[in-house]
């Protein structure tokens, strides 16, 4: 399966993007899906996930009530709202596919398949 990330930019402090997560080669609906930042010269951190049906969702502390997951499984496509944006929210973000579930949501080493990235930009 092939991930395309999309949606962002530059933005500033308490503003809002929409990231998107285009899914082609394959459904993904079968997949969890998830978000994760990349700041420049930190680790790949977890943003947030979604289960398979869309029900279930998981956030870090530092997005909760900031920024919402959904997906649609009929467009391939899953999505991050970001709202509120902070200027520690500059980061790279990439969108994740997990076909089986191993038991660690938060870590990289759970997902299969990656996007390559869409830069945001938050201004102070």
């Known amino acids: 399966v092939q991930l395309q990330a999309s949606g962002g930019g530059l933005v500033q402090a308490g503003g809002s993007l929409r990231l998107s997560c285009a899914a082609s080669?394959?459904?993904?609906?079968?997949?969890?899906m998830g978000w994760f930042c990349q700041a420049p010269g930190k680790e790949r951190e977890f943003v947030a996930r979604?289960?398979?049906?869309?029900?279930?969702?998981y956030y870090t502390d530092s997005v909760k009530g900031r920024f919402t997951i959904s997906r649609d499984n009929a467009k391939n496509t899953v999505y991050l709202q970001m709202n509120n944006l902070k200027p520690e929210d500059t980061a790279v973000y990439y969108c994740?596919?997990?076909?089986?579930?191993?038991?660690?949501?938060?870590?990289?080493?759970?997902?299969?398949?990656w996007g390559q990235g869409t830069l945001v930009t938050v201004s102070s």
């Open positions: 994740a596919a997990d076909n089986l579930y191993r038991g660690s949501y938060y870590s990289t080493y759970e997902y299969d398949y």
């Open positions: 080669g394959r459904s993904v609906a079968s997949a969890a």
């Open positions: 979604i289960s398979r049906s869309g029900g279930t969702t």
